[in-house]
T-cell receptor
Framework: AQSVTQLDSHVSVSEGTPVLLRCNYS??????LFWYVQHPNKGLQLLLK??????LVKGINGFEAEFKKSETSFHLTKPSAHMSDAAEYFC????????????FGTGTRLKVLA | DGGITQSPKYLFRKEGQNVTLSCEQN?????MYWYRQDPGQGLRLIYY???????QKGDIAEGYSVSREKKESFPLTVTSAQKNPTAFYLC?????????????FGEGSWLTVV
């Protein structure tokens, strides 16, 4: 079965330090991969998207992610955390297998310490 | 501006009542989705529709019903058969197809049983 695993349910970083949110996927096909951010009581907002054009994807607010097929990973990074980055982050896959269903990770809650 | 509008933001349901959550999009997307999010958890698919007058059950469709009479609209009814409806509900839309098109989300609706 196809799946998305976010390896950490909670991550805490100090303001100004790097952020790493980990995501692994399991798919028989090369999926499209996304990272979304959700602030409290809000919908999900797209941070970035991978669709095989380039393995390093740059997104909004200084975030980027690298697709590593050999490791089946799509980790999200940011060089320097800001207080406003505190939120829930979701890794999402769209398997190109005709199911028309997006597969969501369970989320990683990022806490940024002053 | 283009987007997805969900209403109401907060809704209270009495035991035995049916309630309907509205979702309207002006992105000209064929595909629309309803997800349920419980506090601290990921998203679970309730129903999705790839085209007008057609929809499919997701992973947790029991106790819910939908209609898709217009391309722009995909209302969700939470019936009295849904025994634990208190949750945050998210409507989403995307271009339909087997490619990984970006999925866009509304701001969500909170449903509480009183």
């Amino acid at each position: 079965a196809q799946s998305v695993t976010q390896l950490d349910s909670h991550v805490s970083v100090s303001e100004g330090t790097p952020v790493l949110l980990r995501c692994n996927y399991s798919s028989s096909y090369s999926p499209s991969l996304f990272w979304y951010v959700q602030h409290p009581n809000k919908g999900l907002q797209l941070l970035l998207k991978y669709t095989s054009a380039a393995t390093l994807v740059k997104g909004i607010n200084g975030f980027e992610a690298e697709f590593k097929k050999s490791e089946t990973s799509f980790h999200l990074t940011k060089p320097s955390a800001h207080m406003s980055d505190a939120a829930e982050y979701f890794c999402v896959a769209f398997p190109t297998s005709g199911t028309y269903k997006y597969i969501f990770g369970t989320g990683t809650r990022l806490k940024v310490l002053a | 501006d283009g987007g997805i509008t969900q209403s109401p933001k907060y809704l209270f349901r009495k035991e035995g009542q049916n309630v309907t959550l509205s979702c309207e999009q002006n992105l000209n997307h064929d595909a629309m989705y309803w997800y349920r999010q419980d506090p601290g958890q990921g998203l679970r698919l309730i129903y999705y529709s790839q085209i007008v007058n057609d929809f499919q059950k997701g992973d947790i469709a029991e106790g819910y019903s939908v209609s898709r009479e217009k391309k722009e609209s995909f209302p969700l009814t939470v019936t009295s058969a849904q025994k634990n409806p208190t949750a945050f509900y998210l409507c989403a839309s995307s271009i339909a197809g087997i490619s990984g098109y970006t999925i866009y989300f509304g701001e969500g609706s909170w449903l509480t049983v009183v």
